[in-house]
């Protein structure tokens, strides 16, 4: 990150929001997410349409929402519903996008956001699933954003809090969840990756500006799949950086 | 773990006669538009577009109340035969089986409430015509809209059991993995069609309902495709002032028909009363298939669309039902 | 029925609103039960709160609705929902009444509204169960209004659409439905039923006036049980009828 | 016939924390009185007279949006400290941690949001204090309470599956009877006490909610016993002009509090914006336990009730809040 033009945070941001097409619709949730929709709203995607985990679907982001459930999730929207409303849909298979994180994540893309250490007593008590393990579970593509480092790319996270590919290829479907979905992207300070359609392991796809192959190996705790050519993201251009601060988050409540 | 199992206790000998696949009903929805994109249309072709002989279609609320009788009407007037139907109906119901529209039906109740029992209903099964009747109650076939609605297969009730209801039904009576006791599963309807009826909706089908919901909540979320008829066709910034007024979104929605007094001859909360003289007078009849016959053709087959049937009422007529604002 | 001051629907309409007591709740279908509901309301039930199948309650019956769901089933009223809202309040047991009747009922008080014959091919079409069997599994107390025939009144019903004591004690518990409730009283225009605790049998409460046993055991096509001491109805009153007629149903719709 | 079977494929090992009887949970709410009967009252009397020690608590919807913050306060000043609760929270839930109020938990989410981990919470579990903790998803939390509203044992669900929120759960896993394929059944939760803010009531209990209702309509009628606390009381009247508008009726509320602001410092839809000053300067204190004491002393210990917490933000500073109309 010599660059000074922007920090890892707007980075994620804008890697972010390229991995989403118009005119769908992606389940937000507080943080970057809601800031990579936002972008994509006001770039190349005017027809994503938000939908937030309490009830707010359609709203008209004006100003970043502090929570999940505040009003700005639902200002001048088209539905104003409940929790169920939006999780049911996101069940019936209506969402496309969601958005996900975690302390630690290991080669299937299953996530840890619960416990560090042993549940019944641990030596960290993370925040829990919350509406993670639905996202994970419901969402046809599930974009998982996180700071890269070997301690949270793990062989196996201590805690599966919500599903990644579990085991592998068929695992999803065998489980009972329901067929087709899961993680599509992991985008980290670093770079980007995808899964291998056939093994299911997290691949690399492209370098974020600077980084080379063997940071994100030393910064991988597990064997990452490297194909003989690695794409380059390009670094976030001057009009996205100027939307993302002075509309997007004018009140700098994240960025 | 030792294998730990349920006993399943009753399965009901009844048909699914329309099975669902839940993960193609996500696929369903997830190829919807959720841009928003203009879908109004006439009912002609609503009805023509939406509609494939042999569907399994859904009405909601029912004959006297909001129903879309407009869309019904042209239902019968496109000429289909072989309708597979979820039966909680009125006026409605009886005037698809005066047709001859349906071949299987899910079954709770079919009458018409004061006036007694269907004619017609009692002659299209009686007589064979419906070749297929499941039974169910009426919170039975809600909950199995309700089912699709949350994407799962069954819901869990305490209702049907002990009865012939549930053996002629297609739910299954499991011991409760929590508690040990009996429980009714009712599994999940997912409609080929749902046709609803609302007081308004924007071009691009979010839709606001007046007073009580019925079960227009869940069938429209329990179905493949859905049509809307709206007294009123409103701007999105109504829509936008009061998003929590919206009960179905646009991302639902397959296509907005305007009908104005489209519940006729049934009420519409807030907008008009129901056309009494005209309900009795047709309830009365319907005991003869002859008149029967001449309705149909007269209120049905003579007119080519919603426009010349409120004409046919009578537009002063129609205006003497409309309810004074208090 | 010599007197000519009341007719039998003006009768049983009568008996059906005494059964009800103050501060409880019913479920109310179309016709007589509505009128019995009302009539209760403006004599001895005026916390009677009624609720209606597609979702109306605590509607001021200024006018009687026409049909469950039409606008008079919550004018005024403190709660317009949906069907599913009033089916969870009564299987939740939040309904003390609820209101019954049929082609056909047997000594258990189980009802027939589906066909007469066989299912596949009947000989007549009924209208089906409606809500009919989910208030006889949730209502604390069915109330069933028939008029009282051995052609309606038999041994075995041919098709049991709705539960009363199905075979006997502890049936219902034993199919799963709710513990406690059942059958409470049958209100015909002969006289009103109960059933005995023990055999849950149906029994002979009380004889209509002018009515006598005799012709209650002619029009009954079971063994019906009779007391050594049978009360006697009382006629409507002439508040009750003048209520009735002025009041509840001053259209005339009904009565 | 010959015995069928359904194979259990997966019990999670988590503890029903709040085992649940629908049988004894009918009789409650039978005894419920379903006459219209003021139930005004003090939040002193409301919390003293409704919840015991021990208690399973539901508080809706979360600390920074509509929540019951006035009531949650009151419960932290009596003192309580062996409740169970559902821990979907923020601020609200990290206030009852670092009062060492709860006991036992079914947890779904409870952090900070936007300002990341709850220390307290960190605390309060890691420490042991809290004794047992089961884990569900946000939306298993929710089916737990619609199981409940619904009067049934459980709700089918498609999440949770494959994953160790599921084998910390209380949740079963079982083949569809159906389909075939594994489903997760969500066992009900019934609540001894929820509690519940709301814009506006009438003194019966009748309730109004703008905007999302996040888990409202469920927990009301998953709890034995309710709370609802109101920005404001209005006449019955006013609930009968828009009865569609009633989220929550009155036989299901034991207890009406009058508590404007009752949000604070949390946000009220329509009324007023969150106090982020407020937010923000507690939330970052809190990694400190003795700042987190003060803190305590200060807002909740230091005040006899909702009115001197109120002089105690100030009103002034409680007007400059306020939402103009648009």
Chains 1, 3 share one sequence.
């Not at chain 2, 002609?44 to 019904?72: K, Q």
């Not at chain 2, 046709?195 to 227009?216: E, K, L, P, Y």
């Not at chain 2, 909540?217 to 009061?242: G, P, Q, Y």
Request: aromatic share 8%; charged share 25%; hydrophobic share 40%.
């Amino acid at each position: 990150m010599a660059d000074a033009r922007y920090n890892p945070t707007e980075l994620m941001i804008c890697l972010a929001s390229r991995q989403m097409s118009d005119g769908t619709t992606a389940f937000i949730g507080t943080g970057v997410p809601m800031l990579a929709a936002s972008l994509a709203q006001k770039m190349h995607a005017p027809n994503l349409a938000p939908l937030f985990e309490f009830g707010g679907t359609g709203a008209i982001l004006e100003k970043l929402p502090l929570a999940v459930g505040d009003m700005r999730t639902y200002n001048k929207g088209l539905h104003a519903s409940g929790i169920l409303d939006i999780m049911e849909s996101a069940q019936r298979g209506f969402v496309e996008y969601g958005f996900l994180g975690g302390a630690q994540i290991d080669p299937y893309g299953n996530l840890n956001t619960t416990v560090i250490g042993d549940h019944d007593h641990p030596k960290v008590r993370l925040p829990g699933s919350g509406g993670g393990n639905d996202v994970g579970s419901f969402c046809w593509r599930t974009i998982i954003i996180m700071r890269q480092s070997a301690r949270s790319f793990v062989p196996k996270v201590d805690f599966l809090t919500t599903p990644g590919y579990l085991t592998g290829p068929d695992a999803r479907e065998k489980a009972g969840l329901p067929k087709g979905a899961g993680p599509y992207r992991v985008v980290t300070d670093l770079g980007v990756m995808d899964f291998d359609e056939n093994t299911r392991r997290m691949r690399l796809m492209a370098l974020n500006p600077g980084v080379t192959v063997d940071q994100v190996k030393e910064n991988t705790g597990f064997e990452l799949i490297v194909p003989e050519s690695v794409g380059r993201n390009e670094e976030p251009t001057d009009e996205e950086l100027r939307i993302l601060r002075e509309d997007v988050d004018s009140e700098r409540l994240y960025i | 773990m030792a294998e730990k199992t349920l006993r399943i206790l009753e399965e009901g000998q009844g048909a699914l006669i329309q099975p669902f696949d839940l993960d193609a009903f996500r696929e369903l929805n997830r190829a919807k538009p959720k841009a928003l994109v203009d879908k109004r249309m006439s009912e002609a072709e609503a009805v023509r577009t939406f509609i494939r002989e042999g569907d399994y279609v859904g009405i909601e609320l029912y004959g006297t109340v909001r129903c879309p009788m407009s869309l019904t009407r042209e239902i019968i007037r496109q000429g289909y035969k072989k309708l597979r139907s979820a039966a909680q109906g009125v006026y409605e119901a009886d005037l698809l089986a005066a047709a001859s529209v349906v071949k299987e039906m899910d079954w709770t109740y079919i009458g018409l409430e004061v006036y007694g029992v269907s004619h017609n209903l009692r002659r299209t099964v009686e007589s064979g015509y419906v070749e297929r009747v499941v039974e169910w109650s009426n919170a039975a076939l809600a909950w199995r809209f309700k089912a699709a609605a949350m994407g799962v297969p069954f819901v869990a009730t305490r209702s049907m059991l002990g009865t012939d209801t549930l053996k002629y039904s297609a739910a299954k009576v499991i011991e409760c993995p929590f508690t040990g006791e009996p429980v009714c599963l009712i599994p999940a309807l997912v409609l080929d069609v749902g046709v609803i009826h609302v007081n308004r909706a924007d071009r691009f089908g979010n839709c606001q309902i007046d007073g009580i919901t019925g079960f227009a909540h869940e069938m429209a979320r329990a179905s493949k495709r859905l049509i809307i008829s709206a007294e009123e066709i409103v701007d999105t910034e109504e829509i936008r002032r009061n998003p929590d007024r919206t009960i179905i979104p646009y991302y639902l929605v397959d296509a907005v028909v305007h009908a104005p007094f489209g519940s006729h001859p049934g009420e519409m909360n807030g907008l008009y009363e129901r056309d009494e003289e005209h309900i009795r007078g047709y309830f009365t009849e319907s005991k003869d298939p002859e008149k029967v016959e001449a309705y149909l053709d007269k209120w049905i087959y003579g007119v080519k669309n919603h426009e010349e049937y409120l004409d046919l009422v009578g537009r002063e007529r129609l205006e003497s039902f409309r309810i004074k604002e208090a």
